[in-house]
């Protein structure tokens, strides 16, 4: 059972930067697969930024230029590094994975983004 352990949410004013970290318990570089979606209260969950087993991303057009998605050098942890942070930006942060044809999810990790 692969699990994701998402960290490094919290309150921050409009203008600042966090970095959200995805823990795997397997190696994220032969993940497919491998992203940060984000959902806000009465909202539809939506993707923010993935990276494929190739390096390959994809990023939200509501993020793009603000945020990026890397991995670190050992592979087992992805990062989500969000700057210039707006209201909206306001969510519960899950990191997900498609490994062996299965969906796995992180529980969550609140951002919230003060004006």
């Known amino acids: 059972q692969v699990q994701l352990v998402e960290s490094g949410g919290g309150l921050v004013q409009a203008g600042g930067s966090l970095r959200l970290s995805c823990a795997a318990s397997?190696?994220?570089?032969?993940?497919?697969?491998i992203g940060w979606y984000r959902q806000a209260p009465g909202e539809q969950r939506e993707l923010v930024a993935a990276?494929?087993?190739?390096?390959?991303?994809n990023y939200a057009d509501s993020v793009k230029g603000r945020c990026t998605i890397s991995r670190d050098n050992a592979g087992n942890t992805v990062y989500l590094q969000m700057n210039s942070l707006k209201p909206e930006d306001t969510a519960v942060y899950y990191c997900?994975?498609?490994?062996?044809?299965?969906?796995?999810w992180g529980q969550g990790t609140q951002v919230t983004v003060s004006s």
């Open positions: 997900y994975a498609f490994i062996r044809s299965s969906d796995y």
């Open positions: 397997e190696n994220t570089t032969s993940i497919k697969y």
């Open positions: 990276i494929t087993s190739t390096g390959d991303t």
